[in-house]
Nanobody
Framework: QVHLVESGGGLVQPGGSLRLSCVAS????????MAWHRQAPGKERESVAS???????DYIASVKGRFTISRDNVKGTADLQMNHLNEEDTAVYYC?????????????????WGQGTLVTVSS
C-alpha cells in the first residue's frame, strides 16, 4: 500500500511562486509514475505534470516553462515548483502515484491519491 501526503499550498500573488511537495510512504519501491493533478472550482480534474521513475517528465501546455516536476525515488517524494503563477492556476492540487506490486503471487496495479492542497493565486 502507498500513502501520499501533500504540502506547500497557500495564497500567492500573480507572478509569484510556490513549491508543492508530495511524500509517499509504504511500498515506495513499487511506485512507477508520480504526478500532480489539479481541480479548479467548477471544472474537472486535470493532469498538470508527471514524472516517470527514469525521470522522464510530461506537462500540460498551459504550465510548460513555468512548472517543474521532480522526484526522489529513494525518498519517495515528488515536488512541483510553480513559477509565474496566474489566477487560472488557482485549484486544489493532488499528488498521484501509480504502483505495481506483487500480492499473493499476482501483480496488482493501483493508483493512489493524496488529500490535496489548495493553491490560490490572487492579488
Amino acid at each position: 500500500q502507498v500513502h501520499l501526503v501533500e504540502s506547500g499550498g497557500g495564497l500567492v500573488q500573480p507572478g509569484g511562486s510556490l513549491r508543492l511537495s508530495c511524500v509517499a510512504s509504504g511500498s515506495i519501491s513499487s511506485i512507477n509514475t508520480m504526478a500532480w493533478h489539479r481541480q479548479a472550482p467548477g471544472k474537472e480534474r486535470e493532469s498538470v505534470a508527471s514524472v516517470r521513475r527514469d525521470g522522464t517528465t510530461d506537462y500540460i501546455a498551459s504550465v510548460k516553462g513555468r512548472f517543474t516536476i521532480s522526484r526522489d525515488n529513494v525518498k519517495g517524494t515528488a515536488d512541483l515548483q510553480m513559477n509565474h503563477l496566474n489566477e487560472e492556476d488557482t485549484a486544489v492540487y493532488y499528488c498521484e502515484a501509480d504502483s505495481l506490486g506483487l500480492r499473493n503471487g499476482v501483480w496488482v496495479a493501483e493508483r493512489h491519491w493524496g488529500q490535496g492542497t489548495l493553491v490560490t493565486v490572487s492579488s
